[in-house]
């Protein structure tokens, strides 16, 4: 296994303005941040977010960086954590041209490198669609024909992020498929039962093991546990399946 | 001090230890690895120590648990920004391992189960500072969490306690491990914040 990163200007923090504030879900939304002299990144990397108070006292948080670069501008996707006293600044009192600071781009593994010729399996839980949504714009933005699949389990319809654009993007990126698991609420008119993510949905909406996928799979502990399970039960290589926990980080 | 973002007031902990800079407790336990999980048969199980001489040293399942126990009480600190505090481990002192093993070497590489490695000044591995565990608080370690064994190095970031460990090469020269590869610090200490490469 080899990764490798930028390392150039990881270890200094700068500041960030907000431009821009988009809703995606009740409890998501999509911040994007002016950061002058952004080196760039890779679909799939984070950041880290650090709020310092009137008397110094400071709070810092991961994020997933949400699209490929935009220059010397980048987006996060926040969800809400109960009690987060990160996650509630940035949702609730973070206003335009309100400085924060930010670190990276960090993390030089997950990551999908649009040089890449693999087709790519993305399995997504609730808020860990945001890197993996990073690669499929990633992939539009370089005009990579690789073949993605997205299969991205979430609670309820409301709670799907990105609602729209994935739906434009499975009909006009050609070579996406997004395919859906609700897992307590479904869609009116959706034929099936609202169930945690199974070996029928991996199997279905994802690649055989034969073409030799590179598959991402981002969420809650639980949820990459059990589909990087079922990856391997079904006969894809570990070190074809990169993964990334989501913990309650605040 | 950074730079104030407007209107931030944060949650302050009061009373309690001191946290390493950064940090934020927790009293989950979260995971950090970058693929499945290994499944490791005890049966088959084994920790190998190899010295750069080519001399090697390897213990199976019941051979490591038969060997002296200890039950370190520790805090530990995750690169990804939680501390949990009083942790309980049962396990062997790496002290015990390289009781009698004959090495120059002023570096360690630990590997793993599943590929993983991370590396290590030797020195951090000796003085009652470091262990192979196999069961956290009262029972066997879950294997998202590293089980059946994992290296125990609280005084560093986490991800230097390799999950699933298989062994450990004793090395001269440092040889960086899979995350210190993929950007983070070589060392990792929590104290002095050395998260990534260049801290």
Known sequence: MTATTTVAGLASWRVARLVQRRTETPTAQTLILHVPGWPGHLPGQHVDVRLTAEDGYQAARSYSLAGPADGDRIALTVQRVPD??????????????????????????????????????????????????????????????????????????????YADELRRRARDDQGLDVAYVYTREVPEGWRGEPHRIGLADVNTHGWPPELEPLCYVCGPTGFVETVADLLVGLGHANRRIRTERFGPTG | MGIVSPGFQGR???????????????????VLSAGPTPKVPLDTWEFVLSTEAGAEFR??????????????????????????????????????????????????????????TTNLPLDDLRGGRAW????????????????????????????????????????????????????????????REQRYQGD
């Open chain 1, 84 to 161: 987060g006293e990160v996650s509630s600044y940035l949702i609730d009192v973070y206003a335009e041209g309100y400085p924060v600071e930010v670190r990276g781009p960090l993390g030089g593994w997950f990551v999908w490198r649009p040089t890449e010729s693999a087709p790519v399996l993305l399995v997504a839980g609730g808020s860990g669609v945001v890197p993996l949504m990073a690669m499929i714009r990633a992939r539009r933005a370089a005009g990579s024909r690789v073949p993605f699949r997205l299969i991205y389990s979430v609670r309820t319809p409301a709670d799907v992020c």
């Open chain 2, 59 to 116: 213990w199976t399942w019941p051979e490591l648990t038969g060997l002296p126990q200890e039950t370190p009480t520790v805090d530990i600190h995750c690169v990804t920004r939680w501390s949990k505090l009083g942790t309980r481990w049962q396990g062997v002192s790496l002290d015990t391992l390289l009781d009698g093993v004959d090495t120059a070497a002023r570096y360690a590489l630990a590997h793993s189960y599943g590929g993983y």
């Open chain 2, 12 to 30: 302050r902990r009061t009373g309690g230890p001191a946290l390493p800079p950064g940090q934020y407790l927790t009293d989950d336990f979260p």
């Open chain 2, 132 to 191: 192979v565990v196999h069961t956290y608080e009262d029972g066997p370690l879950p294997a998202e969490h590293g089980g059946p064994a994992r290296l125990l190095v609280p005084h560093l970031y986490f991800w230097k306690s390799a999950k699933w460990v298989h062994g450990i090469r004793l090395l001269v020269d440092d040889q960086p491990g899979f995350w210190e590869t993929a950007g983070y610090h070589d060392y990792g200490d929590p104290w």
